[in-house]
């Protein structure tokens, strides 16, 4: 739950740039109020579905009065008196417009007529295949523009074949650290040539791939391309069973069942304190400029960009010693996802990704875990939970299981070992200050898959109700962190990932919703969606290409070296960013040589004490795109698009 660390995603720190110091004083007698605004899901709503809306005002007043209006009229007038708190010093009051009685397919504005007149941006109320069906293709078009490695697709922003030493990378010892994440000592080869191309850049402002974000991003990918496999015409998303296989291929090079050793991570993103050895960050170019690099053979003496040119592979344990338990899991996860998928129409390939399931599965260390194996160094992404994982990796074997027909015994073997472990992570609980499923926790996708394993075999090994109301804890840990927010948000506005947690949110109710779960959480997971694309005190989407108003100067070295700054063109469509973050994140960012400047938006107006946005390049708590957001976006769209039809 914790935010990813500000080394992942800035470069150097150079320039300052202060996000909060914009916060707009109180209004006083002789001062201008501010100005209304009013905040909607730019992207729209569905028919039948709650529509909520938002106004931010200087102060409170007695009631609102609006209207939504299409081109041709007034469609729905309504008041509102429903103050749910004040935002900042300007923004005093903010209102709540519910305007759900409207479900008339159109283009809608809505216009606040009184205490003064404001409209919001266009949005539409239609089917989710209309509303979201653009917004998965576009999801999947951002995972072929971080494709690393020579199978590329040149169409897309340009994309050339990169990081081809990949193709024979040498393993070295587990790096040290220093408190600031600096490189200390230096790197041991210990192992290698192994093939390591392939697979997804993890973020924006880096080249590094890791099998922590690659396996969660990849999972999700697997489930949705599996739900719509066999669809055809609108919602088919032709594109998605694809990128879900070229993400597949690289996790299966990360995995040797002959030395029983996982690979956990390709690069290194911050070099020595001295720059004696660089890292990725060091640079921003396109990713093809690695392989061009003119560095000394052996990284010394002096400065040098040897381990940006040839990367390092490190290893999440020793050959043949049992894996940390999130990787062993995910990893699995993703193997039989891939038998699911392959289980019609290529048997032999089905039960050869199983074996590799259960090899991986089985390599698990589950007793004196200590710190997971995440990242390099951990602080990039600090995790610390993982029986979700573990109950997740059984799940997806025992899905396996099915469409393989593996014997009975063997089925129910699984299911057990999948009940088990959602036992015990439902026994960790979830207290009102904590986390819900995002990167960092995957209960919840676990438990549903769980449920389809269990429904699909008529068998029971824990009871459906113990996985339902523990979905619903997890949602009523986010109406916990909502109480607090007028824009209800189901997280911890500031240190938390934002955008990711909301689209997480959805996903959770969608799922409970799906296996029998009540409708009780369905306007609170909406607004879960409707934050993340512009109903929210920025007035912001925090996805390209969803929306009016999203990012356009995000840090992505693609997007902003190969694309478009203006918000319209070449753009990396799909990329999802965190949002909002905490004033303190803000400090201390910097610009690195090649970086194009790029700022858009006057923002600042809307921060408050807690949080803050930016679109600017160098703003990486807002507006870096990483792979587990936008795998999550992508999945939260495919749910809220083919509600109805077998996904949601």
Same mark, same amino acid.
């Given at each position: 739950?914790?935010?990813?660390?500000?080394?992942?995603?800035?470069?150097?720190?150079?320039?300052?740039?202060?996000?909060?110091?914009?916060?707009?004083?109180?209004?006083?007698?002789?001062?201008?109020?501010?100005?209304?605004?009013?905040?909607?899901?730019?992207?729209?709503?569905? +028919?039948?579905?709650?529509? /909520?809306?938002?106004?931010?005002?200087?102060?409170?007043?007695?009631?609102?009065?609006?209207?939504?209006?299409?081109?041709?009229?007034?469609?729905?007038?309504?008041?509102?008196?429903?103050?749910?708190?004040?935002?900042?010093?300007?923004?005093?009051?903010?209102?709540?417009?519910?305007?759900?009685?409207?479900?008339?397919?159109?283009?809608?504005?809505?216009?606040?007529?009184?205490?003064?007149?404001?409209?919001?941006?266009?949005?539409?109320?239609?089917?989710?295949?209309?509303?979201?069906?653009?917004?998965?293709?576009?999801?999947?078009?951002?995972?072929?523009?971080?494709?690393?490695?020579?199978?590329? /697709?040149?169409?897309?922003?340009?994309?050339?074949?990169?990081?081809?030493?990949?193709?024979?990378?040498?393993?070295?010892?587990?790096?040290?650290?220093?408190?600031?994440?600096?490189?200390?000592? +230096?790197?041991?080869?210990?192992?290698?040539?192994?093939?390591?191309?392939?697979?997804?850049?993890?973020?924006?402002?880096?080249?590094?791939?890791?099998?922590?974000?690659?396996?969660?991003?990849?999972? &999700?990918?697997?489930?949705?391309?599996?739900?719509?496999?066999?669809?055809?015409?609108?919602?088919?998303?032709?594109?998605?069973?694809?990128?879900?296989?070229?993400?597949?291929?690289?996790?299966?090079?990360?995995?040797?069942?002959?030395?029983?050793? &996982?690979?956990?991570?390709?690069?290194?993103?911050?070099?020595?304190?001295?720059? +004696?050895?660089?890292?990725?960050?060091?640079?921003?170019?396109?990713?093809?400029?690695?392989?061009?690099?003119?560095?000394?053979?052996?990284?010394?003496?002096?400065?040098?960009?040897?381990?940006?040119?040839?990367?390092?592979?490190?290893?999440?344990?020793?050959?043949?010693?049992?894996?940390?338990?999130?990787?062993?899991?995910?990893?699995?996860?993703?193997?039989?996802?891939?038998?699911?998928?392959?289980?019609?129409?290529?048997?032999?390939?089905?039960?050869?990704?199983?074996?590799?399931?259960?090899?991986?599965?089985?390599?698990?260390?589950?007793?004196?875990?200590?710190?997971?194996?995440?990242?390099?160094?951990?602080?990039?992404?600090?995790?610390?939970?993982?029986?979700?994982?573990?109950?997740?990796?059984?799940?997806?074997?025992?899905?396996?299981?099915?469409?393989?027909?593996?014997?009975?015994?063997?089925?129910?073997?699984?299911?057990?070992?999948?009940?088990?472990?959602?036992?015990?992570?439902?026994?960790?609980?979830?207290?009102?200050?904590?986390?819900?499923?995002?990167?960092?926790?995957?209960?919840?996708?676990?438990?549903?898959?769980?449920?389809?394993?269990?429904?699909?075999?008529?068998?029971?090994?824990?009871?459906?109700?113990? &996985?339902?109301?523990?979905?619903?804890?997890?949602?009523?840990?986010?109406?916990?962190?909502?109480?607090?927010?007028?824009?209800?948000?189901?997280?911890?506005?500031?240190?938390?990932?934002?955008?990711?947690?909301?689209?997480?949110?959805?996903?959770?109710?969608?799922?409970?919703?799906?296996?029998?779960?009540?409708?009780?959480?369905?306007?609170?997971?909406?607004?879960?969606?409707?934050?993340?694309?512009?109903?929210?005190?920025?007035?912001?989407?925090?996805?390209?290409?969803?929306?009016?108003?999203?990012?356009?100067?995000?840090?992505?070295?693609?997007?902003?070296?190969?694309?478009?700054?203006?918000?319209?063109?070449?753009?990396?469509?799909?990329?999802?960013?965190?949002?909002?973050?905490?004033?303190?994140?803000?400090?201390?960012?910097?610009?690195?040589?090649?970086?194009?400047?790029?700022?858009?938006?006057?923002?600042?107006?809307?921060?408050?004490?807690?949080?803050?946005?930016?679109?600017? /390049?160098?703003?990486?708590?807002?507006?870096?795109?990483?792979?587990?957001?936008?795998?999550?976006?992508?999945?939260?769209?495919?749910?809220?698009?083919?509600?109805?039809?077998?996904?949601?």
């Amino acid at each position: 739950m914790s935010l990813r660390s500000s080394v992942v995603a800035s470069a150097c720190a150079i320039v300052t740039v202060v996000a909060g110091a914009a916060v707009a004083a109180p209004a006083s007698a002789s001062a201008t109020l501010a100005a209304p605004q009013v905040r909607v899901n730019q992207v729209g709503y569905p +028919t039948n579905g709650p529509k /909520v809306a938002f106004v931010m005002l200087a102060r409170p007043v007695t009631a609102v009065s609006f209207e939504v209006t299409t081109p041709y009229g007034v469609a729905y007038r309504g008041t509102s008196a429903a103050d749910v708190g004040s935002w900042n010093a300007a923004y005093r009051a903010v209102y709540q417009l519910s305007f759900s009685g409207l479900d008339t397919p159109g283009q809608y504005q809505v216009r606040v007529l009184s205490p003064a007149a404001a409209v919001s941006p266009a949005f539409t109320i239609g089917t989710g295949a209309q509303l979201y069906g653009q917004l998965v293709d576009n999801a999947v078009r951002y995972f072929t523009s971080e494709r690393d490695g020579p199978d590329v /697709v040149g169409s897309v922003l340009g994309r050339q074949p990169a990081n081809l030493t990949d193709e024979s990378a040498y393993v070295y010892a587990d790096p040290a650290y220093d408190s600031n994440d600096n490189l200390l000592g +230096t790197l041991k080869k210990i192992g290698g040539p192994v093939d390591v191309a392939g697979g997804w850049f993890d973020a924006g402002g880096g080249y590094e791939k890791f099998a922590y974000t690659a396996s969660y991003a990849d999972a &999700l990918m697997l489930i949705a391309a599996r739900a719509l496999s066999n669809k055809r015409g609108p919602g088919s998303y032709p594109a998605l069973q694809p990128e879900a296989a070229f993400g597949l291929q690289w996790i299966t090079k990360l995995w040797n069942p002959v030395l029983k050793v &996982l690979y956990a991570q390709v690069g290194i993103g911050n070099g020595s304190a001295s720059n +004696t050895i660089q890292g990725d960050y060091n640079f921003w170019f396109l990713p093809q400029a690695e392989d061009q690099l003119n560095v000394s053979p052996g990284g010394n003496p002096g400065p040098t960009a040897y381990f940006v040119k040839y990367r390092p592979v490190f290893e999440a344990a020793p050959p043949g010693k049992p894996v940390s338990p999130d990787l062993a899991g995910r990893f699995a996860a993703d193997f039989a996802l891939g038998a699911q998928l392959d289980a019609s129409s290529d048997p032999a390939q089905a039960q050869h990704l199983l074996s590799l399931a259960r090899g991986v599965y089985a390599m698990a260390k589950t007793t004196d875990v200590g710190q997971i194996v995440t990242a390099f160094p951990h602080d990039y992404y600090p995790g610390t939970e993982w029986k979700s994982d573990m109950a997740w990796g059984a799940a997806e074997i025992a899905l396996a299981d099915e469409a393989t027909r593996a014997p009975a015994p063997r089925l129910s073997a699984d299911l057990a070992t999948a009940a088990r472990w959602a036992r015990a992570y439902i026994a960790q609980g979830h207290p009102a200050d904590g986390d819900t499923f995002n990167l960092y926790d995957n209960g919840a996708v676990a438990e549903a898959e769980l449920l389809q394993a269990m429904q699909q075999a008529g068998t029971d090994p824990i009871a459906p109700g113990a &996985l339902l109301s523990d979905m619903a804890a997890q949602l009523r840990t986010g109406e916990d962190w909502a109480k607090g927010d007028p824009f209800a948000l189901g997280t911890q506005l500031g240190p938390q990932d934002a955008s990711p947690h909301a689209f997480g949110l959805f996903i959770t109710d969608a799922l409970y919703q799906k296996y029998g779960g009540s409708a009780a959480f369905e306007s609170f997971a909406q607004q879960q969606l409707n934050f993340a694309l512009g109903a929210n005190a920025w007035g912001s989407s925090f996805v390209v290409g969803a929306g009016t108003v999203f990012p356009h100067c995000m840090q992505s070295e693609v997007a902003n070296l190969a694309g478009s700054l203006t918000g319209s063109g070449d753009l990396q469509l799909g990329a999802t960013t965190d949002g909002p973050s905490s004033i303190a994140n803000f400090t201390g960012l910097g610009t690195v040589s090649g970086m194009r400047a790029c700022s858009a938006g006057q923002f600042a107006p809307f921060n408050n004490a807690t949080a803050g946005y930016e679109d600017n /390049v160098v703003s990486w708590p807002s507006v870096e795109p990483a792979d587990d957001y936008t795998a999550a976006s992508l999945f939260a769209f495919a749910l809220a698009g083919n509600q109805g039809s077998g996904l949601g």
